[in-house]
């Protein structure tokens, strides 16, 4: 289960929408599971099908959360096009690059009035398990 | 040449949970070398098969990506912080 501050969930999918058509992505550092604030990224690619960071935004973002004792707690970006469910991409940076202790949020803009949030955790193995996201205070 | 090396979390499997270990070498290679002398399997998830680095990770020597600095042959120094973070990309793919 993901717990999920409410002004951070609207501030993925309001990132999501500024950027759609092009995929966004970001990072929600946390500090004993628990979410403590969003960090956008930029997506090097500018892509409606992809997202990567550039190596010094990389460095930035994990010298800062050094500085406040926060992990890389959720991992989020979005999807415009599909559902909002792990690409076959996402699973292979989730094995190779995160590992199983990183929550994978995806958000799909693909249809205009409703925007869905999905959270998986994705083992060293590569298999995929969605979790509840629950929305609470803050 | 002694050089710190910063290890993230998906790696410390490979260094007994520590964050930070010491490493010596005159470029990264040879640290990556010495590295895998003592945390066994460690090189294999810095270095890809075909021998560059992997797609993975981004590596630093203090503030500069080791890509503009030459790669596995860029030279560290004695004092200087080998940083390795996790290089994180995805997204839904053209094929889907």
């Known amino acids: ?138 | 040449m002694t050089v710190q090396v910063k290890i993230p979390t998906i790696l410390r499997s490979y260094t007994g949970g520590e964050k930070s270990v010491e490493a010596s070498g005159e470029t990264l290679d040879a640290v990556f070398g010495d590295l895998e002398s003592r945390h066994a399997g460690l090189r294999a998830r810095l270095i890809a098969e075909g021998g560059g680095l992997h797609k993975f990770v981004n590596i630093y020597v203090d503030d500069e990506d080791v890509r503009f600095l030459g790669g596995l042959e860029a030279p560290v120094k004695d004092g200087q912080t080998v940083t390795i973070l996790p290089a994180v990309a995805g997204g839904a793919g053209s094929q889907t």
């Open chain 1, 1 to 138: 289960m993901l717990e999920l501050p409410r002004t951070i969930h609207d501030a993925v999918i309001a990132h999501a929408r500024r950027d759609h058509p092009d995929e966004c992505c970001g990072v929600l550092p946390g500090i004993d599971g628990r979410v403590t604030r969003i960090v956008e990224m930029q997506n090097a690619e500018r892509s409606p099908t992809g997202f990567s960071w550039e190596s010094g935004e990389v460095l930035a973002l994990h010298r800062d959360m050094d500085d406040r004792d926060e992990e890389m707690l959720v991992v989020y970006h979005s999807h415009t096009m599909t559902e909002a469910a792990p690409s076959r991409t996402d699973v292979r940076f989730a094995v190779g690059a995160t590992g199983p202790d990183v929550h994978w949020l995806i958000v799909s803009t693909r249809e205009e009035a409703t925007t869905e949030v999905r959270s998986f955790l994705i083992a060293a193995d590569g298999e995929v398990s969605e979790e509840e996201v629950r929305l609470v205070d803050g």
